[in-house]
């Protein structure tokens, strides 16, 4: 016998069998009944979601490529009193129906796909959602039921929020979600993404006991989500009470501070600082909030330690806690201020740019053990940042800075497009030629001083602060220098020989001093002193005049004073060596110049200049007396003065 007839005869069978089924299928559209399978999905998406489901639409069937239902025009929930629109409707539900049972004349679904669905979330002034009664009825039914959830899935969904309570109002966009929840007892998956202002969400979850959020019992969660601005994980409990809350680990970093604050509404600014962040460790989350009993936080490579509350109820999210570093690297933030001056530029006219505090509202009490700012180093450092309404105000309660120890408070006022700052700060014993030179640019005097500082000022860059500052300055130090130039070599060479080149010592070397005390005043950006006064063993140096702060040039006067020793008494007649002179130019390289009126007068060599002038003024006068005898006018034409730098006249030559 051949083996062709076999298989001949069993391909005619199952090709038999196949059209048989395909007749089958193929009539199964036409004798469903339609409001059966109408009324059996109203029913069961009602149950499952706790809220009356209406459609619209028509009904379709269809065989390939699986066997399925199709609904058009589907809503959620009731309709709104103002408008009858629903809070959630669909342009179509897909359902999987189930072969078998329909067989059997049962119409059965296995899962269901919501096909474009728009959701929207209406929260009123009191925090009343138009989804609490839906919700409500949903808990309920689940604990009655106390069975699973068909497989549910959400494909190219949107949704809107108008929260009236927080003022916030975002759209969702992009949303394909995937639910599967076998059985009460059964763990539920969730899965999918969406889109939020411009950026992709994937989110990850498993349930472990559904079941127990709709009887107000934790159930574990552990959940993974990823974006551009932000990703992380939470492993933890959730709990549905009252409200919804979950404790556990959660992570969240991302490679931009600034581009998160960007992501969920806020005006950061532009700049080099808030990069890269991470927040570690034990969290509370509620609807609203998160509250890190214990945390880990690092900005921009700096690492804290402390407790943290992040609330976003408000307009703007806020930031509560208390953080202590190890080092802090706080340059990138005064790069963003602008603040320091531009080499040979004069301050920086660039705006102030405060948008990335004024963006959130900050409660937070800092700490470090060594703080970094550009050159400048601090020790053991605590401060407290307030910011509220774009009003930020820094105390620095004690700051371990430059041999010494620094507190002060700093406020800063928006006032239309500039700003209001009042600073005021206390320095003990700290190091003048540090602090003044890393913070002003100005390295000319040393020594150890005690400051205190008042100012104020009003305007959008630090050379409109500069130019408005007002207030008071009082400085006391001991054992230091000034330098750029060497007082009691320039005096003892003048004393010697008035006329002669001063030299490399004006614009050199040191000028050691005991003691320097000095009360400068400020008005309008000109800074002015009446004391100022430098003791040392044997110089004394006592200086007035004005400082330009917009231009940072001085315009100051003094007298030096060589003081006679044991070893060098005075003879008959003579006193100290006193020297006026003036001081000029720019702060950062001054000219220091003797009063050359006084070394004329000291020179003899400058003899026959005194005697020149003399002379002159005793010619004049006699011819006006002649003039005046005789009845003339006097000469109406003065002889021309001579100048003090006059050269001698010629010598005639020898025969």
Do not use: C
Request: net charge positive; hydrophobic share 45%; glycine share 10%.
């Amino acid at each position: 016998m051949s083996l062709a007839s076999p298989i001949r005869r069993l391909v005619i069978v199952v090709g038999a069998v196949t059209l048989a089924l395909a007749g089958v299928l193929a009539l199964v559209p036409l004798l469903l009944p339609t409001e059966t399978v109408r009324r059996t999905v109203v029913t069961e998406l009602s149950e499952r979601l706790g809220m009356p489901v209406s459609i619209r639409g028509d009904i379709a069937v269809s065989v390939l490529p699986q066997f399925s239902i199709r609904l058009a025009d589907v809503r959620f929930g009731e309709g709104d009193a103002a408008t009858g629109e629903p809070p959630a409707r669909a342009d179509a539900v897909v359902g999987a129906l189930r072969l078998l049972p329909l067989l059997f004349g049962n119409v059965a679904v296995s899962d269901y796909t919501l096909i474009r669905p728009s959701i929207s979330v209406q929260v009123a002034a009191d925090g009343a959602s138009n989804w609490d009664k839906s919700f409500e009825r949903l808990r309920e039914k689940t604990r009655l039921r106390r069975g699973g959830l068909t497989d549910f899935r959400i494909a190219d969904g949107s949704a809107t929020v108008n929260d009236l309570k927080t003022g916030r109002h975002f759209a969702v966009t992009g949303i394909e979600f995937a639910v599967s929840w076998p059985g009460a007892d059964r763990q539920a998956n969730v899965s999918g993404k969406l889109t939020v202002n411009g950026e992709q969400l994937e989110v990850n979850a498993i349930v472990a006991r559904p079941q127990a959020l709709f009887i107000a019992e934790p159930t574990g969660l552990k959940m993974r989500f990823a974006s551009g601005p932000v990703r992380g994980g939470f492993d933890g409990s959730l709990t549905n009470g009252d409200t919804v809350t979950a404790v556990g680990a959660l992570t969240l970093e991302g490679a931009s501070m600034r581009n998160f604050l960007r992501w969920i509404g806020q005006n950061p600014g532009i700049g080099p600082s808030l990069g890269s962040f991470a927040l570690k460790g034990q969290v509370e989350v509620l609807p609203n909030s998160l509250a890190f009993t214990k945390v880990n936080a690092e900005l921009d490579g700096n690492v804290a330690d402390g407790a943290l509350m992040v609330s976003f109820a408000g307009e703007r999210p806020q930031i509560r806690g208390t953080l202590d570093a190890g080092r802090f690297v706080a340059t990138t933030y005064f790069r963003d201020l602008n603040l320091t001056p531009y080499a040979g530029r004069g301050w920086s006219r660039r705006p102030i740019d405060l948008s990335a505090i004024s963006s959130i509202d900050l409660d937070l009490r800092v700490s470090a053990r060594e703080l970094i700012v550009g050159r400048a180093q601090f020790g053991r450092s605590a401060a407290a940042l307030n910011a509220r309404n774009g009003r930020v105000n820094v105390t620095l309660g004690e700051a371990l800075a430059y041999g010494g120890v620094l507190s002060g408070a700093l406020v800063v006022s928006p006032s239309g497009e500039s700003m209001d700052v009042r600073a005021s700060m206390t320095v003990q014993r700290g190091q003048l030629a540090l602090g003044l030179g890393e913070w002003f640019g100005f390295r000319r005097l040393d020594g150890t001083a005690n400051i205190q500082l008042g100012l104020e000022a009003r305007g959008g860059s630090m050379a409109e602060l500069a130019r408005t500052t007002s207030g008071q300055i009082t400085l006391n130090a001991i054992e230091g220098a000034v330098y750029g130039f060497n007082a009691e070599a320039i005096l003892r060479r003048l004393e010697r020989r008035p006329l002669s080149v001063v030299g490399a010592d004006a614009r050199s070397g040191r000028t050691p001093y005991e003691r320097v005390a000095a009360t400068v005043r400020i008005v309008g950006g000109v800074a002015t002193t009446t004391d100022m006064l430098l003791e040392g063993q044997m110089v004394r140096v006592s200086v007035e005049g004005s400082a330009q702060l917009p231009t940072r040039e001085l315009d100051m006067r003094g007298i030096a004073t060589l003081k006679r020793t044991a070893s060098a008494a005075p003879r008959p007649g003579e006193g100290d060596f006193e020297l006026p002179f003036v001081v000029q130019g720019s702060w950062d390289d001054p000219f220091i110049l003797p009063d050359p009126q006084i070394l004329i007068r000291r020179s003899g060599a400058a003899a026959p200049l005194r005697d020149i002038t003399r002379d002159r003024d005793a010619l004049r006068a006699v011819l006006d007396a002649i003039n005046r005898q005789a009845g003339f006018d006097s000469d109406p034409a003065p002889l021309p003065p001579i100048s003090s730098y006059t050269p001698y006249p010629p010598i005639p030559p020898r025969n």
